[in-house]
């Protein structure tokens, strides 16, 4: 299984004299493992997504995980990745079955993939569409805890004139999650950027207006 495994020591920015930090309603780190589910299709960039939010963890000082389910991955076919992200050094190697997070970033897969398969119970689902959470939580097979909803569509046509949803949903997966701070996540991103997209400033400005216009569409969702 292919990992991306930071074996540093752990980010001072998540625990402070052993008391975990968080956010009104972002998860505890407090010694554990965040888990995250991604679920899109192939083309979509939900793998690139996984991955990429495991290096800007680890570059903050975090533990982390990011891998692809094992399998072909074909255009348009179901895919599935995953992040491990921790404040200790994480020794489980397996798939993740009872994640604290699942980020939906196509919504027909509602239609023929148990998303919210082993999802906790005081956990979170984030679905890439227009629709409200309300409108979505039906289709959620009885899922009673926390929905969000990202239009990722609108977000990263107005901010790159293309429709590139991993980016939007990145940004809201440290969103809900707040595994790390918003202005680090911002920070590392752009480093990212400039460095892969150092010849087309202009796709470094639009996947930064991306992420930025995902963490605003969130707030009040958030209750920020």
């Not at 554990?32 to 991955?51: P, S």
């Not at 984030?126 to 609108?154: C, H, M, Q, S």
């Not at 980016?167 to 809201?172: D, E, N, T």
């Amino acid at each position: 299984m292919k990992t991306l495994q930071h074996v540093g020591h752990a980010s001072t920015k998540w625990t402070l004299n052993g008391v975990a930090l968080k956010n009104q309603e972002g998860f505890s780190m407090n010694g554990k493992n965040i888990e995250i589910r991604w679920h899109g299709r192939g083309g979509q960039g939900a793998k690139t997504a996984a991955l990429l939010l495991a290096d800007v963890c680890f570059k903050t000082g975090a533990y982390v995980q990011g891998f692809p389910e094992y399998g072909p991955e074909r255009m348009g076919a179901p895919i599935t990745a995953f992040n491990r992200i921790s404040d200790k050094e994480i020794r489980v190697h397996s798939n993740i079955y009872t994640p604290d997070l699942v980020i939906v970033v196509d919504e027909t897969l509602l239609h023929s993939v148990d998303v919210t398969s082993g999802l906790k119970s005081d956990g979170a689902i984030i679905v890439n569409t227009d629709k409200t959470p309300d409108e979505i939580k039906p289709l959620l097979n009885g899922f009673a805890g926390r929905v969000y909803t990202v239009d990722a569509r609108k977000i990263s046509v107005d901010a790159l004139g293309k429709y590139f949803p991993n980016s939007p949903m990145l940004a809201a997966a440290v969103a809900v999650s707040n595994v790390m701070e918003r202005d680090d996540f911002i920070r590392e991103m752009r480093a990212s950027y400039e460095h892969k997209f150092a010849k087309k400033p202009e796709v470094i400005d639009g996947n930064m207006k991306a992420l930025t216009e995902t963490f605003a569409a969130l707030e009040p969702q958030l209750g920020n």
